[in-house]
């Protein structure tokens, strides 16, 4: 009689164990069934958008001192997210989804001193503040010149000017050996290309 009351208690004591882990399982279960991923973005400020001289349409018009012209015609504005995933290691598979904006204005012609070139603002996953901003000139997609990160906007002591339309624009150069200048207003305003030839803006419509 005490063997079968024993017995009865151990079969009680490992019942209330499986209700508790049913319980528990359950409770997870609706735990997971409400997780969602977690979505970070990283903007770029408007403060550094608004320091972006184009439109994305603009219609550029270079001349070279040997009297070539090249033409470049602006493929609009386009925002890019670069996107990186990280696990978080809890009870729920969750994921924390973090979004980099890129802005991208992309200019193409036909003249082969100057196939085209790209203006870049974007936030990067190692450095989130301030965006970074770079430009690269293209000759048949050699690169002509190519901005480090930051370098148009973290001098204030311009190297340069040019006269343009009888007016003197102020600006500095995008690289260290000095082939492209950049105006904060009208963007590249001169550049020294492959062949040597010095190309100057001529208009921005």
């Known amino acids: 009689m005490k063997t079968n009351f024993q017995t009865q208690k151990m ?3 490992l019942l209330s164990i ?3 882990m049913l319980l528990q399982s359950c409770t997870k279960d609706n735990k997971c069934s409400d997780s969602k991923d977690v979505i970070i973005n990283y903007n770029i400020a408007d403060s550094n958008e608004a320091k972006i001289p184009y439109t994305g ?10 009297g070539d012209t090249a033409t470049l015609i602006g493929q609009g ?13 809890d009870d729920c598979t969750k994921s924390t989804i973090y979004n980099y904006e890129n802005l991208k204005c992309i200019f193409i012609g036909e003249n082969k001193f100057l196939t085209n070139f ?15 901003t770079t430009i690269t000139l293209y000759s048949n997609g050699n690169i002509i010149a190519n901005s480090s990160y ?14 343009l339309s ?21 963007g590249i305003i001169k550049f020294i290309d492959l062949y040597n030839k010095l190309w100057k803006l001529n208009s921005k419509k």
Not at 57 to 66: A, H, Q, R, Y
Not at 77 to 86: E, L
Not at 175 to 181: R, V
């Open 11 to 13: 079969k009680l004591f």
């Open 18 to 20: 499986l209700f508790v």
């Open 57 to 66: 349409t603009d219609t550029l018009v270079f001349i070279s001192d040997k």
């Open 77 to 89: 504005k386009k925002t890019i997210y670069t996107q990186i995933i990280k696990s978080v290691n």
């Open 118 to 132: 790209q203006y870049c603002s974007y936030m990067d996953n190692k450095v989130q503040s301030p965006s970074l």
């Open 150 to 163: 930051e370098f148009l906007y973290s001098r204030e002591i311009p190297d340069d000017s040019v006269l």
């Open 166 to 186: 009888n007016i003197f624009y102020k600006g500095n150069y995008i690289n260290y050996n000095k082939t492209a200048l950049f105006n904060s207003q009208l």
